[in-house]
């Protein structure tokens, strides 16, 4: 019995430290010469993070409106006047992107800190993103030159800019925002490296982020037709992208959407929950919602597919979000302050609700439709799997959660099959992916959604994309041969121009 004991030790401990070695490329090695290259074969690089991951700030608060240092940087839903703040304004008969008030992005958040229960509670955001340019070259992370653009290399192509948006908003009307960066940055980059060529940008963009660069590919700086009739994508945004790393992305939306806009932000010790009312008057949530076709919210009588998810109605019919008209008034007292009464704070509410689904109507319409990149634009997957991830939900009235029904792979937040968009989700199976999208590389990483940044899978080939990948306007040919070149010649001939 002893030497049973022993062995079992003995194989426990063996087995345990196989299970948790990880073999991690040394990075430093394999691309220190790489990340030393100049301006004639490497991009800038713009950095998109997803939805919450900007700092936001009001001329009329001392500190963040959201994404400060510490909890008590984030606008408190209890006093009227930072409630207000937060959510997006509300106005009859006026267009979402006519909607705007003094709030402004503030750069992306890399870290915050709060307290719990005594304890001292760190998360890291945006940080495993900048931590993996620092890698390539791109990176002092210790100096911060500029509000927006980081020096983290000699010349001006090593430096990598953060894209800060108010997530809150439409996401076309964020693609404008964006445009106009990435055109600065071009602008910049040829002025400062004196390049005649044209240039372009490599963009790694997280979560709702990539959603926002997928648009902008499409559709470039334009909003969705007001009329809702579908567009052609003119690829307008391609132009000036080459390399889009999309790091899980919910191309088919989060099941997290809908509970969000029906419960509320979930209780968390580092953020401050927000009522259903706050977040139901951001139209960028409603547009990371689900696809009904792909029948994952369910009744919770009938048990029967809910596939009108963006109809006005079917909110109104089921209390949900701004819809509930008895547990969303305490806010909307807040809110709309000027509104003679509860009848006209619902009024106002209803025709918001009715803006933002409207738009995420379009905007998926927009984003769904089958259309291929023009050649140039290389779309890069990183998708976690690892994590079993809510995948199909009963649904009842007013704020009552959620009911999980069924799991499936994916990163905790995102399924797998939403950010390859998968369209044999809800219909007949069929043994090869059928998606609208052309990916042209997909990599699987098993782990959670904010940890798929900091994965040494993802390091390593976004690395490689970013420093090593051959590019077709910088394809260098080999050495000529010694009866033309001298043997001890290394320098690289003219790039080829494709």
């Keep these: 019995m002893n030497r049973l004991k022993t062995y079992w030790a003995s194989h426990s401990r063996r087995l345990a430290t196989m299970l948790n070695s990880v073999t991690t490329p040394n990075m430093r090695v394999i691309y220190g010469k790489a990340a030393q290259q ?78 719990k229960f005594g304890l001292s509670l760190q998360v890291r955001a945006y940080e495993n993103i900048m931590r993996t340019l620092g890698a390539a070259g791109y990176i002092d992370e210790n100096t911060r030159l500029t509000r927006r653009g980081l020096d983290y290399g000699k010349d001006v192509l090593s430096k990598c800019f953060e894209f800060d948006y108010d997530w809150r908003r439409s996401l076309p009307e964020n693609a404008i925002r964006l445009g106009t960066m990435i055109e600065t940055v071009v602008r910049f980059a040829k002025r400062e490296s004196g390049c005649r060529d044209d240039l372009k940008v490599d963009v790694v963009a997280h979560s709702m ?35 889009c790393m999309l790091v899980g992305l919910p191309s088919a939306g989060s099941l997290n959407a809908l509970r969000s806009l029906t419960v509320g932000l979930k209780p968390n010790p580092v953020m401050p929950n927000y009522a259903p009312a706050i977040l139901g008057t951001m139209p960028s949530i409603y547009q990371l919602m689900p696809r009904g076709r792909h029948k994952c919210v369910l009744d919770v009588e009938t048990g029967e597919p809910i596939e009108d998810l963006l109809d006005l109605e079917r909110w109104i019919e089921r209390r949900w979000g701004l819809a509930d008209e008895e547990a969303a008034e305490p806010t909307l007292k807040k809110l709309l302050p000027e509104a003679k009464s509860a009848a006209a704070r619902r009024h106002i509410a209803l025709d918001h609700l009715a803006k933002c689904l409207t738009e995420a109507k379009r905007f998926h319409r927009a984003i769904d439709l089958p259309a291929d990149a023009p050649s140039g634009v290389i779309l890069q997957l990183f998708a976690g799997d690892g994590v079993q991830t809510i995948s199909k939900v009963k649904v009842g009235r007013g704020d009552t959660p959620p009911l999980v ?5 994916g990163d905790g937040t995102v399924l797998r099959s939403s950010a390859l968009m998968d369209e044999r989700i809800g219909n007949a199976w069929y043994p090869r992916l059928l998606t609208p999208i052309r ?15 900091r994965h040494p899978t993802f390091i390593d080939n976004a690395l490689y994309l970013l420093l090593e990948k051959p590019r077709p306007a910088c394809d260098f040919r080999l050495p000529a041969p010694e009866n033309k070149a001298p043997a001890e010649s290394h320098e690289p001939m003219t790039p080829a121009v494709s």
């Design 439 to 453: 990916w042209d590389n997909v990599t699987f990483i098993a782990t959670d959604h904010m940890a798929l940044t």
């Design 405 to 409: 029904v069924e799991t499936a792979a």
């Design 209 to 243: 982020g990539g959603l926002l660069l997928r648009y902008y590919l499409r559709y470039g700086k334009t909003l969705l037709p007001e009329d809702g009739g579908e567009r052609e994508p003119t690829w307008a945004g391609a132009k000036h992208v080459e390399h």
């Design 38 to 115: 100049g301006a004639r074969t490497r991009n800038p690089v713009v950095v998109i993070p997803g939805i919450l991951g900007t700092r936001l700030v009001s001329p009329q608060r001392a500190t963040p409106v959201w994404g400060g240092a510490s909890r008590a940087e984030f606008a408190d839903e209890q006093v009227p006047e930072e409630a207000r703040m937060i959510a997006h304004d509300m106005k009859l008969n006026v267009p979402l992107h006519e909607l705007t008030d003094d709030l402004q992005p503030d750069g992306s958040i890399h870290r915050f800190k709060a307290r």
